[in-house]
T-cell receptor, first 117, second 114 residues
Framework: GESVGLHLPTLSVQEGDNSIINCAYSNSASDYFIWYKQESGKGPQFIIDIRSNMDKRQGQRVTVLLNKTVKHLSLQIAATQPGDSAVYFCAETRSTGSGGSNYKLTFGKGTLLTVNP | DVKVTQSSRYLVKRTGEKVFLECVQDMDHENMFWYRQDPGLGLRLIYFSYDVKMKEKGDIPEGYSVSREKKERFSLILESASTNQTSMYLC?????????????FGQGTRLTVV
């Protein structure tokens, strides 16, 4: 069935290292992808997005890479800091088929990133 | 500052009770969503709405219903709460524009059904 999933449920890195969080998706019709960060006790917060007509997008310390050939998405965090410790979710957007611009967001299961000082 | 507000952070209800979870957004967004979040399962979509009085089933609608009488408010209803509905419930809203789908989330409501 259609799904958005993650390769690794947990990731532990040293402060200052780069982090890479991976995500696989199975619906080739999805054309917009988002990474969210969820800190303990809070709702998910938007980090960065990418459209399917792109293969790379950069933000502040974060980069998202999209490989449509293998349906793979990754989030790279440069110089990881303790404040980056959180659960990271990838999400895909696809149309509901009910017309217009209606769509729904489907989330992966999340990766817990722990940054060690 | 954009805001999605869920009426309760924590709720404890008894099995069989009717439960209302309320969500209000102040961004004039057309789209609103209800998810539940469980360990190891991530966020799963229960219902969503793309207009007032409109709703669509998500991936796990069984045991739930929703109400969207006003644009800013989206309610999730558990008609008869059961223990397997103990979970974290997250509300979100977003713009309806295709490809501009950033969703803003509330803080979540942790519901315990005993």
């Amino acid at each position: 069935g259609e799904s958005v999933g993650l390769h690794l449920p947990t990731l532990s890195v040293q402060e200052g290292d780069n982090s890479i969080i991976n995500c696989a998706y199975s619906n080739s019709a999805s054309d917009y992808f988002i990474w969210y960060k969820q800190e303990s006790g809070k709702g998910p917060q938007f980090i960065i997005d990418i459209r399917s007509n792109m293969d790379k997008r950069q933000g502040q310390r974060v980069t998202v890479l999209l490989n449509k050939t293998v349906k793979h998405l990754s989030l790279q965090i440069a110089a990881t800091q303790p404040g980056d410790s959180a659960v990271y979710f990838c999400a895909e957007t696809r149309s509901t088929g009910s017309g217009g611009s209606n769509y729904k967001l489907t989330f992966g299961k999340g990766t817990l990133l722990t940054v060690n000082p | 500052d954009v805001k999605v507000t869920q009426s309760s952070r924590y709720l404890v209800k008894r099995t069989g009770e009717k439960v209302f979870l309320e969500c209000v957004q102040d961004m004039d967004h057309e789209n609103m969503f209800w998810y539940r979040q469980d360990p190891g399962l991530g966020l799963r979509l229960i219902y969503f709405s793309y207009d007032v009085k409109m709703k669509e089933k998500g991936d796990i609608p069984e045991g739930y219903s929703v109400s969207r009488e006003k644009k800013e408010r989206f309610s999730l209803i558990l008609e008869s709460a059961s223990t397997n509905q103990t979970s974290m419930y997250l509300c979100a809203s977003s713009s309806p524009l295709w490809g501009d789908a950033e969703a803003f989330f509330g803080q979540g409501t942790r519901l315990t059904v005993v």
